[in-house]
């Protein structure tokens, strides 16, 4: 979860963010966490007033107890907070909850329009008139748009059309990653949503990264020899198992 606040703005390691998904991390560990990032009162830093939290993250869905944590933490700290909900219908939709409820008691929620949601761009902020009016700034600095509504048009309907559907998106990437998990060279994490990632041998990951890149294949791959692919509204089962094919005969191969 990143926290604003170092000597600048700056986000803390995502070693935390991952930590949170796990099973056995103690509310207890988490608070100690929570606390060390706020900034002490001390003029050598900047005073800490944000805390801003992602979901999902890194595909992986922060379910709703522990962002009840989070957000009573804040208000006890008085710190505002922040939803960075770019992907929060997926965690919505992996929790079977409605979204609103992902979004009580932070103070704003961003809302990508095109990553799930499949609109060609856009995104939206919420939160009170105070708030929106305030982001004003944004426009006197030249983030203004004319003649939106047409990205508005696609943006509706995107939340009328496409919300239900990202339930196959997440049956698709647990489709990939079992296809995945049966291939020799490649170690699978069962995805949460609609994000699978996967750990290859090292003498993989050049033949796999060119092959792919040949079959027109998109899937991004990290330092260290990671992977990370992405189902989404342009993704169907055959594109599934064509994904899975194609790793499997370039594992196979000795070329």
């Known amino acids: 979860m990143p926290i604003c606040g170092k000597l600048e703005a700056l986000p803390c390691s995502a070693r935390f963010s991952r930590n949170l998904c796990r099973s056995g991390l103690t509310a207890r560990s988490r608070s100690i966490d929570l606390h060390a990032a706020v900034k002490a009162d001390d003029p050598h830093f900047a005073v800490t007033r944000l805390v801003t ?4 993250f890194v595909g992986r869905i922060l379910p709703r107890d522990y962002l009840d944590e989070v957000v009573e933490f804040a208000r006890d700290r008085k ?6 909900g770019a992907r929060v219908f997926n965690a919505a939709a992996g929790l079977g909850v409605d979204v609103a409820r992902l979004a009580e008691g932070f103070d704003s929620v961003s809302v990508c329009l095109s990553k799930g949601l ?9 939160g009170d008139v ?11 600095l030249g983030g203004g748009m004319r003649q939106a509504g047409i990205i508005a048009a696609a943006g509706l309907h995107a939340l009328d059309h496409h919300v239900e559907r990202l339930a196959e998106d997440h049956a ?14 490649l170690t699978v994490t069962p995805p949460h949503s609609n ?20 079959l027109g294949i998109a899937a991004s791959f990290w330092p260290g020899g990671r992977m990370r692919w992405v189902t989404h509204l342009d993704v169907d089962r ?3 198992d064509e994904a899975i094919a194609a790793v499997r005969e370039v594992a196979a191969s000795r070329r």
């Open 130 to 140: 105070p708030l929106i009016v305030r982001r004003r700034w944004r426009k006197m």
């Open 195 to 214: 994000m699978v990632f996967v750990e290859l041998a090292s003498e993989l990951t050049i033949r796999l990264s060119e092959a792919l890149r040949e």
């Open 118 to 126: 499949g609109a060609p761009l856009g995104s939206v902020l919420v």
């Open 172 to 185: 698709n990437a647990k489709a990939l990653a079992d296809g995945f998990s049966e291939i020799k060279g």
């Open 238 to 240: 055959v594109a599934v």
């Open 53 to 56: 939290i992602e979901n999902t």
């Open 79 to 84: 710190l505002a907070t922040h939803l960075d």
